[in-house]
């Protein structure tokens, strides 16, 4: 079956603040909430917010240091989310594989007609 907690992974990327701040992780490797923060202009307690959703779906890790909270991708939620999406590509690739054997079919009757 394919539903999986990657359903959720979903739901935390539906928003374009969330997918902005998957970005940034992925350019900068990790950075302090604040400076996540600085990227956007909504309120930090907004961002909070936004950081919580994407740590319970756990796509980012936090690491606490001093004062600051350091976010960085979670690398096995993206091999999770890599692994739905091909599962999902070989499921449609056997669909178009099986419309290409019934087209096929289809050709041959049609020239074997057209023959007679």
Request: hydrophobic residues 40%; proline residues 3%.
């Amino acid at each position: 079956m394919l539903y999986n907690k990657s359903m959720d992974t979903f739901a935390a990327l539906a928003d374009p603040t969330r997918r902005k701040i998957m970005e940034l992780l992925a350019r900068y490797g990790q950075l302090a909430a604040t400076e996540i923060s600085e990227q956007f202009p909504v309120s930090a307690q907004a961002i909070s917010q936004h950081l919580k959703i994407l740590r319970e779906a756990k796509l980012v890790q936090v690491e606490k240091r001093a004062q600051q909270r350091i976010y960085r991708i979670n690398p096995e939620a993206m091999l999770e989310l890599e692994a739905w999406a091909r599962q999902l590509r070989q499921l449609w690739n056997q669909r178009f594989d099986a419309l290409d054997r019934i087209l096929q079919q289809e050709t041959k009757k049609e020239n074997s007609d057209e023959q007679e």
